[in-house]
């Protein structure tokens, strides 16, 4: 158990992906402004509510984020260059000010079994499936490179990011404990979209 800097957001974000923020509300500018010195903070989904202001409700799973870079702008903004590292569930939610805190357990995974690692090819002609259709019916798809990792934990994580998915169907990945049973759900979950691409 430890006490982590929290940032709600109205997005899902998951591990070993990527997470650009762009931070101008005082209380996550004093968030910012401790980054250089210790990196790392947490995210959840806001369940209900809005990312600015406070008084929102939010999910209790999220994602451990870790800073690559943090810049202030000449007008006290940040922009700031995190990834996604590891799960974690929020314990307990601790005084907003000056910025969210939580007492958060880290959620390990195993390691991927062999068999686990076979599926990836798998996993990754499905998700180039779904974006091409995604394509077709006129959906943005950013312009990015849609290789998965060899490791299938990465690369569930991965597919799940770039996938046209739902927000809470992102959220419900975190709360999985085993990598196969998240695998599993994010190739549902690109079957489940495919049907409904075709429908359009």
Same mark, same amino acid.
């Given at each position: 158990?430890?006490?982590?800097?929290?940032f709600?957001?109205?997005?899902?974000?998951l591990?070993?992906?990527l997470?650009?923020?762009?931070?101008? =509300?005082?209380?996550?500018?004093? +968030?910012?402004?401790? !980054?250089?010195? &210790?990196p790392?903070?947490?995210?959840?989904?806001?369940?209900?509510?809005?990312?600015?202001g406070?008084?929102?409700?939010?999910?209790t799973? /999220?994602? +451990?984020?870790?800073? !690559?870079?943090? =810049?202030e702008?000449?007008?006290?903004?940040?922009?700031?260059?995190?990834?996604?590292?590891?799960?974690?569930?929020?314990l307990?939610?601790?005084?907003?000010?000056?910025?969210?805190?939580?007492?958060? =357990? !880290?959620l390990?995974?195993r390691?991927?079994?062999?068999?686990?690692?076979?599926?990836?090819?798998q996993?990754?002609?499905?998700?180039?499936?779904v974006?091409?259709?995604?394509?077709?019916?006129? /959906? /943005?798809?950013?312009?990015?490179?849609?290789?998965?990792?060899?490791?299938?934990v990465?690369?569930?994580?991965?597919?799940?990011? +770039?996938?046209?998915?739902?927000?809470?169907?992102?959220?419900?990945?975190?709360?999985i404990?085993?990598p196969?049973?998240?695998l599993?759900?994010v190739?549902?979950?690109?079957?489940?979209? &495919?049907?409904?691409?075709?429908?359009?």
């Amino acid at each position: 158990m430890a006490v982590l800097p929290m940032f709600p957001l109205g997005s899902t974000v998951l591990p070993h992906v990527l997470l650009p923020l762009h931070v101008f =509300e005082e209380r996550y500018r004093a +968030l910012a402004r401790r !980054l250089s010195a &210790e990196p790392d903070f947490g995210t959840v989904l806001i369940e209900r509510g809005h990312e600015v202001g406070g008084g929102d409700t939010r999910f209790t799973h /999220g994602t +451990l984020v870790r800073t !690559l870079d943090a =810049e202030e702008l000449p007008d006290g903004r940040w922009v700031v260059a995190a990834v996604g590292v590891q799960r974690l569930r929020v314990l307990e939610w601790l005084d907003d000010d000056p910025y969210p805190r939580a007492e958060i =357990e !880290l959620l390990e995974d195993r390691p991927a079994a062999s068999e686990e690692a076979d599926r990836v090819p798998q996993l990754q002609a499905r998700l180039e499936q779904v974006l091409d259709l995604h394509r077709q019916v006129g /959906g /943005g798809v950013p312009d990015v490179d849609t290789t998965l990792a060899p490791d299938p934990v990465v690369a569930t994580w991965q597919a799940a990011a +770039l996938a046209p998915l739902q927000q809470l169907d992102r959220q419900q990945l975190l709360g999985i404990d085993v990598p196969a049973a998240r695998l599993d759900r994010v190739l549902s979950l690109l079957d489940d979209t &495919e049907q409904l691409l075709q429908a359009l």
